[in-house]
């Protein structure tokens, strides 16, 4: 299940506001055997209860995990569709996921520290500036999962519409501080993110660890017109 599986949004639990946007490369070019169409989504703090504190979120199963895309349970952006002359969506789409599911075989699942798990973390900074991760679409990617249509099929001038899907948007965990700076040697555990378990004494009073907060802290904004994106095929 995607991170956003979640209680309905409640504002008296909010510390902290974070604003998302989605860009890509304009163009997309039909004679280059190595073009990318890069997806870049930015995060930033927008509002916060932690003036200049920094937070560091869990990107697994979500729109900001590195190469989500290359996996085929999860597809944040869902097909490419063409668009008419008037930006209206066309019956011409390109399928860019899987309805098929898979199993991930974390690295020690006996471990505490969710950093023994294989999780991906992404740190956004406190200041608010912008951190970007950007998803990279080969060729190949782009019709891996596409049954109808291929590259042959596409004509320069055609413009296509690619749009977030912000059940993608959300974290399993995050907590206040920098990957690189005071949280560099610690250890992470579910703590608030967990709701079924407390925190055993021992990590409770220990230094060494950093427990979850509680994900309904965070609000994720992003205007509609900051989820969709267009782009030219180009010869």
Known sequence: MPPTGRRRYDPDLTEVVLQIKLNTSPTLSLSNPDATLDLTLSLRISKTEHPQEPITIMTDKSAFQPFILDTIEHNPFGILVALDSNNQPTDKKIRLG????????YKDINSLDLRDHGHEFLTIPGDG???????HLSWERIFRYEEKLCQDDLRPGERFAIELNPYYVGTYWWCLGDLKGELKDK?????????????????????????????????????????????????
């Open 98 to 105: 899987s309805g098929l599911r898979v199993h991930y075989a």
């Open 129 to 135: 500036r912008e951190v970007t991760v950007t998803q």
């Open 187 to 235: 250890k992470f555990h579910y703590g608030e993110a967990d709701q079924f378990e407390d925190p055993p004494d021992d990590i409770l009073h220990d230094e060494n660890w950093v427990l979850g907060r509680d994900p309904d802290a965070l609000q994720w904004k992003m205007k509609k017109s900051d989820r969709n994106v267009i782009f030219e095929i180009v010869e």
